[in-house]
């Protein structure tokens, strides 16, 4: 076919979709410009590199046996020109050319292509406060802020961190550099996020609250709701203090990460359509407004699986797709990218923390009748050592039953359950599939019923009406509020002891006494019951009802995610 | 409603389907008749049971909080009658009557029904050649058969063991026994397996191959194809040897785990159907042939979600599943359990290994028309501590592209992987919707493109001609039968010298060299590439096809899936 492909932006869906269309075309001329120092560059991996558990950080552009990915590999290997550190200035569409400067020489080329690919990528958003241009403010996004944050932490001369956004790269880096071997005294590190809760934008607040009292038991300082106002430095110009409107904070090192922007620049001044999310909007064949311009990576927009609106999900492994899928038409096919769910899963000390599909705030707002079920449990059988709990949020579509979105937390084996979840939702799977569904089984992986089905038959029993709840969010509204309730703690009197119910008067009757304690229990008030993980607060409230009692519901997910 | 429900059999489907009906309906009067001591049983836990990473046996039938579930706890808690130590003798079902006799005091009861669940569940398949009722012969099966195990391997006198069977619970058996911290020298552990691999019925060959080669490193002793001719003992009647047509094994002590079989013969003497399979046949309301009975657990048979066909698997998650849908049907409801893909996950030291759907030989002789791709890769980033290798095989029905089946083996994070296929499977998804799945990705937990997605897409490079390869098996056979091959080992010279070729005669051209060297091949023979997982082999076909090369294939899986 002997095409002319220029690919500008080197990172993941570039090299991705280089390689992927040398594969089906021997013949093609295919150019990647990068404006960096590297290509093909495992970024996700950068707050590991920060922290210390990758120590060499060419093996974040290196392949698993080693062999760096550089431009001789890309041109030996794959017979793929990469030109770095070289800018494309301008993309002249009549013409079909890139006009580019190499950053080094200031030589100026002009590349003309038959197929033009945009994986242009995004930055970080940037703090427009006072102070941000003292040293030791830095952005997490490059290799060269990852080199300049390590440098920092590891100098002996940072006491305090603060790390601004408490999004998914901001609780990592907080992770990686609590966790980070640096030698002397730990630095306090301080996460201020301005929303009220963390990862905002992929947890409900009651799934936040349990991650963040799981980052403050492990030494972490978390505020939210506090927008930050300014940066405060020494006489030195290194920052010292981060001041909100709440207070100010020691800080001899601050990250910022508050969001990505995507890079459409060039893609908006060739005058293709920029789509409402502000990233270059394509269709499914990923091509631009122009035919014979192809984008993607965290240069464009997706759309939502769930109700196909457009979304801006940045993320290494949709770009790795894209570039597939542009290789593919690059060369010939019309192959489609369906679309993502913004499935995002973090580590974070001994939790996982996963999302697929929509929150129920974004479910809400989008205008969907949802339900919702929070339950907790074990991820393999309890005889089997080593199993952890795992607490799941499921958020249905009432209308018709489908899995909207799922949120998954804990230090049980939560990647297995989101990623079923994620075939789950992208398959339009009802509550009622997912109840059934034959998922492996064997005392070290799993229980004999897995908590997904826990979870759907809990939404199914309170879609029936048979199930009456409260959410953690609800409990704590109305015990704040002064409701007259009874709360019932139905476990036993060693797991009393062992976790005391944490609020005062709480009436303890073990579920084994319950059918011939009911007597003692009021008809007036409204009982909540909960144990542990809210089965057997379940089975009370259906014994309280089998003896007359009208107003009982249990705590969903039981004290396993009670959060407050 | 009041409505009389007896259910005989306490293990599993019976105790989900009693307290199932009595949640939903607090006036039934619910009975469960149970043969053995207990109810409620765990029995997926005898192997670690045995193995001693359970040492109290009580935890199988105790709750997660350590609740003991007995006959008292199920009337205190459940308001279910349980009578343990009791067998059914006959149904009256024209009088709607089960005749039970307490089996301590041979005192007999007349239990009138409404509703009758039959949960009455396997047995163990038992030998029948000479030597079966020596002393230390034992079936792999009750709670009693895993006490006697465990006491005979700890008493100091067992320096032999052969398990006959190597399915499931034989392969988990030798496992436990070679872990168990027994005191003084280890026990020498032989499996020995009549059909030519181990896992016959839920493993391909070249799969059953790489189990093999791992259970053999771990010390075990392996004997396939090899069908048990007579068991020989002492002269005080204890097991000694196990003799088949190829060998005499020392035993000591001798666990049968051959399989199992439904117990129908209540079903059967009441009229029931038995449906193909020797199982009881019920529709997907888990019906009997009378609407009065309902039927689940290991006593049934399901039908397969692949392709419709009743097929026998006992399995304990499947009759937690069932009893529940019997529970809402027993209360007035149509619930329906969908059906079974035959899922199967165990652990055998540090590899986990599971199927789900149908395996290539079950696809084929289900007169489909399948391909298949052997992937292999890491579990998650190179770059993050801890990642494991894993091995898929995927297989695909071509004229609709819809996944029938998958095998995995490994010691990375098989698990995970299963439950997405079981989901993917179950919701009749494509290779197409398999490779563009939105899974979780982050460093310490995938790839950024997912071992599942390489397999799909493998599959899909292979149905549209572009991927040419040999599986394990055929290249194997082909050097076997002296076919002249090129075989050509692409990786780095460091690669191979840390793991030779396993083969003589390979040559030897690192993929970044192929370009320049592809004229030092011969266009004559078939070559065949392959590297440590086959992506660079697959590179290497591509690179020496534009070459003009015609006839190169290249090993699927690589090195990482070849198992001779």
Not at 477 to 488: C, K, Q, T
Request: proline residues 5%.
């Amino acid at each position: 076919m002997g095409r002319r492909i220029v690919i500008i932006g080197g990172v993941a869906c570039g090299p991705k979709a280089a390689a992927r269309a040398r594969r089906r075309d021997p013949e093609a001329e295919i150019t990647i410009v990068e404006q960096g120092e590297h290509v093909s560059v495992g970024r996700c991996g950068i707050p590991y590199y920060v922290g210390g558990k990758v120590n060499d950080i060419e093996q974040l552009f290196s392949s698993s046996v080693g062999i760096v990915r550089d431009a001789d590999f890309f041109q030996g290997v794959k017979n793929v020109r990469v030109l770095v550190k070289t800018r494309a200035d301008r993309i002249d569409r009549a013409r079909k050319q890139v006009h580019v400067t190499d950053l080094t020489t200031g030589a100026t080329e002009t590349l003309p292509y038959d197929k033009l690919v945009l994986s242009t990528g995004a930055r970080p958003l940037r703090l427009n406060i006072p102070g941000v241009d003292l040293n030791r403010v830095h952005n997490m996004w490059s290799l060269s802020d990852a080199k300049a944050i390590r440098d920092a932490a590891w100098s002996g001369e940072v006491g305090h961190v603060v790390i601004i956004g408490a999004g998914l790269i901001g609780l990592e880096m907080a992770e990686a550099l609590l966790e980070a071997d640096i030698p002397g005294a730990k630095p306090e590190i301080t996460v201020v996020e301005a929303m009220p809760h963390i990862a905002p934008s992929f947890l409900d607040p009651e799934m936040a609250a349990l991650v963040t009292k799981h980052l403050e038991a492990k030494g972490l300082h978390i505020r939210t709701g506090e927008l930050v106002q300014r940066l405060e430095g020494d006489e030195t110009d290194a920052v010292r203090r981060v001041v909100t409107a709440q207070g100010t904070y020691p800080a001899d090192l601050v990250v910022a990460a508050i969001g990505l922007a995507p890079n459409v620049d060039l893609a908006r001044e060739a005058g293709l359509t920029i789509g409402v999310t502000g990233a270059i909007a394509v269709n499914q064949c990923l091509e631009t407004s122009d035919p014979d311009i192809y984008a993607g990576g965290d240069c464009v927009e997706n759309m939502s699986l769930i109700n196909c609106r457009p979304v801006y999900t940045p993320q290494g492994s949709v770009a790795n797709r894209h570039g597939r899928v542009i290789g593919n038409n690059l060369t010939g096919m019309r192959d489609v990218f369906p679309g993502v769910l913004g499935t995002v899963i973090f580590k974070v000390f001994d939790f996982t923390v996963g999302r697929t599909g929509l929150t129920e705030s974004q479910a809400r707002d989008s205008g969907h009748q949802v339900e919702t079920a929070i339950v907790s449990g074990a991820d393999h059988a309890h005889f089997y050592p080593g199993s952890g709990s795992v607490v799941v949020k499921l958020i249905v579509h009432v209308p018709t039953r489908r899995v909207l979105g799922a949120q998954l937390v804990g230090e049980g084996d939560v990647n297995k359950r989101l990623d079923a979840l994620v075939v789950a939702a992208t398959m339009k799977a009802t509550v009622d599939h997912l109840a059934n569904f034959d998922l492996a089984y064997a005392p070290p992986y799993n229980t004999a019923m897995d908590i997904l089905h826990h979870a759907a038959n809990t939404m199914r029993n309170k879609l029936a009406g048979l199930a009456r709840t409260v959410t953690p969010v609800e409990l704590k509204d109305r015990l704040a509020s002064g409701d007259n309730l009874v709360v019932l703690d139905v476990r036993t009197q060693p797991e009393t002891e062992e976790r005391p119910a944490p609020y005062k008067g709480v009436t303890h009757i073990p579920l084994g006494q319950l059918r011939n304690s009911a007597g003692a229990l009021s008809g007036d008030k409204t009982i909540v019951s909960f144990c542990q993980v809210s089965l057997r607060a379940w089975e009370a409230q259906r014994i309280l009802e089998a003896e007359g009692l009208s107003n009982v519901r249990f705590l969903e997910g039981g004290l396993a995610a009670w959060p407050y």
